[in-house]
């Protein structure tokens, strides 16, 4: 016999994943390298491991262009352009992650930073900042919510809540919702580092 399981059951399991999910420690990239310092040997050698595979990739890429493109019309043509985007390309974007993260470990691991940068210190930082503190008008408790006029369009009734567990909001009249940084951005159409500067400063 089935189990037969209610969406009350998964709303419930998927509201105790979130919090689960938010007690987890997030470790800034110097304390991880504190944890393991035997790290920072593994990662140039990861690096360039990921590299010489990229490079691999794109090749592959290249070839595979190439030989559909050989003798075929525009929409056979288009077709295998975006059936390798979406399958060896994914795959290529995959690798590109890891190394921008391995790099930016590696920096954090040699004291470097790029010039104007945001150091993840920072980051956090801001997104620490209550975004019930950055808003002016009126906000009404709800729940385990705040809710009010949105700050971000023009509107007559509350559609704008501010999770307050999460430090995150989101707005259902103009779709818009995020952290702490994504609001500024919104808000003042500033840039990332401009958020950031705003909310640390």
């Given at each position: 016999m089935?189990?037969?399981?209610?969406?009350?059951?998964?709303?419930?399991?998927?509201?105790?994943?979130?919090?689960w999910?938010?007690?987890?420690?997030?470790?800034?990239?110097?304390?991880?390298?504190?944890?393991?310092?035997?790290?920072?040997?593994?990662?140039?050698e990861?690096?360039?491991?990921?590299?010489?595979?990229?490079?691999?990739?794109?090749?592959?890429?290249?070839?595979?262009?190439?030989?559909?493109?050989?003798?075929?019309?525009?929409?056979?043509?288009?077709?295998?352009?975006?059936?390798?985007?979406?399958?060896?390309g994914?795959?290529?974007?995959?690798?590109e992650?890891?190394?921008?993260?391995?790099k930016?470990?590696?920096?954090?691991?040699?004291?470097?930073?790029?010039?104007?940068?945001?150091?993840?210190?920072?980051?956090?930082?801001?997104?620490?900042?209550?975004?019930?503190?950055?808003?002016?008008?009126?906000?009404?408790?709800?729940?385990?919510?705040?809710?009010g006029l949105?700050?971000?369009?023009q509107?007559?009734?509350?559609?704008?809540?501010?999770?307050?567990?999460?430090?995150?909001?989101?707005?259902?009249?103009c779709?818009?919702?995020?952290?702490?940084?994504?609001?500024?951005?919104?808000?003042?159409?500033?840039?990332?580092?401009?958020?950031?500067?705003?909310?640390?400063?």
């Amino acid at each position: 016999m089935k189990l037969q399981l209610s969406n009350d059951f998964y709303e419930y399991a998927s509201k105790l994943e979130k919090e689960w999910r938010a007690t987890i420690p997030r470790f800034l990239d110097k304390e991880l390298l504190a944890m393991f310092p035997e790290a920072r040997q593994i990662i140039p050698e990861k690096i360039k491991e990921l590299e010489e595979k990229r490079q691999e990739f794109s090749n592959t890429i290249k070839k595979k262009l190439i030989i559909k493109n050989a003798e075929s019309d525009e929409l056979s043509e288009w077709f295998w352009r975006e059936w390798i985007k979406t399958s060896d390309g994914a795959e290529l974007l995959k690798i590109e992650k890891q190394i921008m993260r391995l790099k930016r470990l590696s920096m954090a691991g040699s004291g470097k930073r790029p010039k104007g940068s945001i150091t993840e210190e920072q980051r956090q930082e801001a997104l620490l900042v209550p975004i019930e503190n950055l808003i002016n008008g009126p906000l009404r408790k709800s729940g385990k919510t705040l809710t009010g006029l949105c700050p971000l369009h023009q509107e007559k009734h509350p559609s704008f809540y501010i999770y307050t567990q999460s430090n995150s909001f989101y707005c259902f009249g103009c779709n818009q919702g995020g952290d702490a940084i994504t609001f500024i951005r919104l808000l003042h159409d500033y840039s990332f580092k401009e958020a950031v500067a705003y909310l640390t400063n």
